[in-house]
């Protein structure tokens, strides 16, 4: 590209924004050139608007530290300065979707982290390696917003995106059914252990809302557009159970899942190594070479060696103990038990997994038989957008 674009950050000071600053540095087609934030923040430079409370691991660039940063809410104002924004505001749900709604209508593309717009029905909400087809959507919310080049697309919940890879790669075999367990990290919560000294060898079992996220936001991603809106998927059927563990970065999700056809181990491999989208088809700058790896080795992967794969925007995966007992059922169900795990090391083996949901049919109790699986994998689960 010969020139670059002029990208802006809503909600610069934050976690989020933080994150955006970082991934950014020394891109080779976009350059940050406006930060935006809360009035308090505004008219400081960046670096005395953030003061202390940088949180990323590798320092602050050189390149916006003595930016002023500009106050989100003048929208004609920071619009005019970029060709398009990431928004990483703090607000409340209907302010978020007002507001990246007003940028939108400034002609200005509104790439979001938020949730707030992740069910509006002509908004897309993209893992590019999966649907990168339902931007074809913005079309339609175009002219509901009556813009010609302001839109707004959105990312999933950073803990789906760990796992949906997979369902993805594994779409022949017709996944059926899904038991989620996801083991979240604080900073999907925006914090860090110094913020939240309390999660320090802690687990709290309930995080509030993220169950109906887990369950309801796979299936949009895994829908189509009709009549100018997203229809999410009728299957698979999920049902989730959402832990915060002690993990700075990243998100576990223990799954088991049901398929009405019978996989092999060899073909569970092989439509993983060679699933790839949009973003490797184009060799997009950001994109993973290799989306998902498969690791041989019996103690790979571990977090600490393979949590950075691809600068995070990819997976390690390991499968172990492919069963069938089939013989035992009138028909063949299958259920491939996925570990992927992000930071944090978790017994393969929970006794509570032998449990049978009381939600789900008889298939799924382990005596009768099932194909059982464990993946081991690691994805940035931040924002993944294709450009």
Request: proline letters at 6%; charged letters at 25%; a neutral charge.
């Amino acid at each position: 590209m010969e020139q670059k674009l002029k990208v802006g950050i809503l909600g610069a000071t934050g976690m989020v924004g933080q994150r955006f600053i970082s991934l950014l540095e020394n891109h080779p087609w976009f350059e940050i050139t406006t930060l935006a934030a809360s009035a308090r923040s505004a008219g400081k430079t960046y670096e005395e608007a953030v003061g202390a409370h940088w949180k990323m691991e590798t320092p602050m660039p050189e390149s916006v530290r003595k930016m002023i940063v500009m106050n989100v809410s003048e929208v004609e104002k920071v619009a005019a300065t970029v060709d398009f924004v990431f928004s990483a505001v703090n607000m409340t749900k209907d302010e978020i979707k007002a507001i990246e709604e007003e940028y939108a209508k400034t002609e200005t593309p509104v790439v979001s982290n938020n949730s707030a717009h992740r069910w509006t029905p002509d908004v897309p909400m993209v893992v590019p390696e999966i649907n990168p087809e339902h931007f074809d959507v913005i079309e339609h919310q175009r002219k509901r917003l009556g813009t010609k080049r302001g839109f707004i697309a959105v990312k999933p919940n950073c803990s789906i995106q760990s796992y949906t890879p997979c369902i993805a790669a594994w779409k022949e075999f017709e996944p059926l059914e899904l038991v989620v367990t996801t083991y979240q990290a604080i900073s999907g919560a925006g914090k860090t252990f110094e913020d939240w000294p309390e999660m320090v060898e802690n687990i709290i079992p309930y995080i509030g809302g993220e169950e109906e996220k887990s369950e309801q936001e796979p299936l949009r991603v895994f829908g189509h557009i009709e009549n100018g809106e997203i229809v999410k998927s009728a299957l698979p059927k999920i049902t989730c159970q959402c832990v915060r563990v002690p993990v700075l970065n990243g998100h576990t999700a223990a799954v088991f899942i049901r398929f009405g056809k019978k996989p092999t181990k060899e073909q569970l491999i092989e439509k993983l190594v060679s699933f790839k989208g949009a973003p490797q088809e184009l060799d997009l700058p950001s994109a993973p070479k290799q989306f998902i790896q498969y690791l041989e080795d019996d103690n790979r992967p571990q977090v600490r060696l393979d949590v950075d794969y691809e600068n995070g925007m990819a997976f390690r995966v390991r499968l172990w103990n492919i069963l069938f007992f089939g013989r035992r059922v009138r028909r063949l169900r299958g259920a491939v038990r996925l570990e992927i795990r992000y930071r944090f090391h978790l017994d393969r083996r929970r006794e509570r997994l032998n449990r049978k949901p009381a939600s789900l049919g008889r298939s799924w109790a382990p005596h009768e038989g099932y194909e059982s699986a464990s993946v081991f994998a690691h994805d940035a689960g931040l924002l993944r957008v294709a450009f």
